[in-house]
């Protein structure tokens, strides 16, 4: 399956600037262009050679290309898919890196010209950092990337598209477009939501000072303000566009605290237990599966002594 020819890389955060290091890693020699909103993070792309060349529009970016990644905020992507509509070359492929699927769909589908091949995308990768200079190119390595194609998708052109994620790294699987965005309010949106509210929760207690919670975290809250660092804007968008799935995960999860909640108050121990029990079950299987390790707290590297 032949390769494509010119990649066109729309936002130059951390999934863009990790997808063209992974693509040189992958000895791609595909002509790579790109834009971001801002002038400094355009020039650090083309500095650092994320990109052959950079523009300042979207529209420029695109034109030639053979496949078009959207990699911005998903409260952005209709108001670029009408940008680059017009300028989007016959039988190229569009996809993006959002975790909200259904609402991306409903936001590009509409405007994409007949011929242009729109396959929505999402490579479960990432990490609290943005910007260009934050990508790395094994990010993508053996993590899964879900396509989910539209019922009128074209095969062929699906097919290429899992076959380069393929080439940089990914496990890639197909999935329903509504399915994918459940799956995600459970492994992603919600923890990521619950993390928020706990670092507000101990940035808001009158009765524990800021500078207590800041010097004495333990690795639990450590890990919870990690996942609370990303970036707002995208998580804003993330939750506006996922609201139902979302909703439903957050009802049954304030239902599992209500029965620890209860737990706790009448002193069920058995009860903890074989919860606590089942839920590490699930860890272990997520090490099992390879998408972490066992290391000891979680991986960190301990200064010399």
């Given amino acids: 399956m032949s390769q494509y020819k010119h990649v066109a890389l729309i936002g130059?955060?951390?999934?863009?600037?990790?997808?063209?290091?992974a693509m040189r890693?992958?000895?791609?020699?595909?002509?790579i262009t790109g834009t971001a909103r801002s002038k400094a993070t355009r020039d650090t792309a083309l500095e650092i050679g994320l990109v052959d060349a950079v523009f300042e529009s979207a529209a420029?970016?695109?034109?030639?290309?053979?496949?078009?990644?959207?990699?911005?905020?998903v409260g952005a992507m209709e108001t670029l898919a009408k940008e680059i509509a017009p300028h989007l070359a016959e039988s190229c492929t569009i996809t993006d890196v959002g975790s909200v699927k259904r609402a991306v769909a409903d936001a590009i589908g509409p405007h994409m010209p007949r011929?242009?091949?729109f396959i929505p995308g999402h490579p479960m990768a990432g990490t609290e950092k943005s910007g260009p200079?934050?990508?790395?190119a094994a990010l993508f390595d053996n993590r899964w990337c879900l396509i989910t194609p539209l019922p009128d998708s074209d095969h062929d052109a699906v097919e290429r598209l899992s076959a380069f994620w393929t080439a940089l790294g990914s496990n890639v699987e197909l999935m329903e477009i509504d399915h994918h965005d459940l799956v995600a309010a459970v492994i992603s949106h919600t923890p990521h939501l619950i993390a928020y509210t706990m670092v507000g929760v101990a940035d808001g207690m009158n009765k524990v000072a800021k500078t207590e919670v800041v010097n004495y975290s333990a690795a639990g809250f450590r890990d919870f303000t990690r996942i609370a660092a990303s970036d707002p804007t995208m998580w804003r968008d993330v939750f506006l566009n996922n609201k139902d799935a979302t909703l439903e995960v957050l009802?049954?999860?304030?239902?599992?605290?209500?029965a620890l909640q209860r737990a706790i108050?009448?002193?069920d121990g058995d009860f903890m237990f074989d919860y606590f029990t089942r839920t590490r079950d699930?860890?272990?299987s997520i090490i099992d599966a390879g998408q972490d390790t066992d290391a000891a707290d979680f991986g960190r590297i301990k200064p010399e002594k």
Avoid: K, N
Wanted: charged share 20%.
């Fill in 115 to 117: 011929g242009v091949h």
């Fill in 282 to 284: 699930i860890r272990r």
């Fill in 25 to 31: 890693r992958a000895g791609m020699t595909a002509r």
């Fill in 133 to 136: 200079e934050s990508g790395f």
């Fill in 60 to 73: 420029e970016a695109v034109q030639g290309a053979d496949l078009v990644i959207l990699c911005v905020p």
């Fill in 12 to 21: 130059l955060g951390l999934l863009a600037s990790s997808i063209s290091l």
């Fill in 251 to 258: 009802g049954r999860f304030t239902e599992e605290l209500l």
């Fill in 265 to 267: 108050r009448i002193g």
